[in-house]
């Protein structure tokens, strides 16, 4: 089961080998690729011409052409969905400044020091929780401003690890 969110509009697409399923109801059409990034489609006698216009692999998010019409097109997987639950997902992260631990856990590793310039994306701490090792990550680009744990800290939720400028 995944998760498309369409210009803010929310869909649970199932697929299978026999079938395709779009909020429980039947989906039927077919899809031809023209040539690469751009394709044709044919669902209820009505011709539509794709194009993908562009991707973002890392945030699973893509634009694509239908016609003249632009969507936005945001992907979830089961996998996802566990993150957004644990609290652990890009949605419960700030831009900058206070990078809170998302569960209580054990701080295996600080991966950056005072006064480090970093970029989106960039691992910043390795927490233990749950039995499993989490990477959390900067959200935005900035500057590390101060570290308020070190390794073998315990942590709880919502604790504030590291202050971002």
Request: a positive charge.
């Given at each position: 089961m995944?998760k ?13 080998l ?5 909020n ?9 690729e023209?040539?690469k990034?751009?394709f044709?489609i044919?669902r ?9 216009v ?8 893509i634009?694509?052409?239908i ?5 936005h097109v945001?992907v ?7 993150l ?11 831009q ?6 998302p ?12 006064g ?13 929780a749950?039995?499993m ?7 935005s ?18 604790q ?6």
């Amino acid at each position: 089961m995944h998760k498309a969110i369409i210009d803010g509009k929310e869909f649970r697409v199932e697929s299978t080998l026999k079938e395709k399923t779009i909020n429980g109801k039947l989906f039927d059409a077919d899809i031809i690729e023209i040539r690469k990034g751009k394709f044709h489609i044919l669902r209820n006698n009505q011709s539509f011409l794709g194009e993908i216009v562009e991707v973002n692999a890392v945030e699973k998010k893509i634009s694509v052409k239908i016609n003249q019409s632009v969507y936005h097109v945001t992907v979830k997987d089961k996998y996802d969905e566990l993150l957004h639950d644990l609290g652990l997902d890009a949605a419960n992260a700030k831009q900058a400044g206070d990078v809170k631990a998302p569960m209580p856990g054990l701080v295996l590793n600080v991966m950056v020091q005072p006064g480090q310039k970093i970029q989106k994306g960039d691992a910043l701490i390795v927490l233990e929780a749950m039995k499993m090792e989490n990477i959390l990550k900067a959200a935005s680009d900035g500057e590390v401003k101060k570290i308020l744990v070190k390794k073998g800290d315990k942590v709880e939720k919502n604790q504030i690890m590291v202050n971002l400028v």
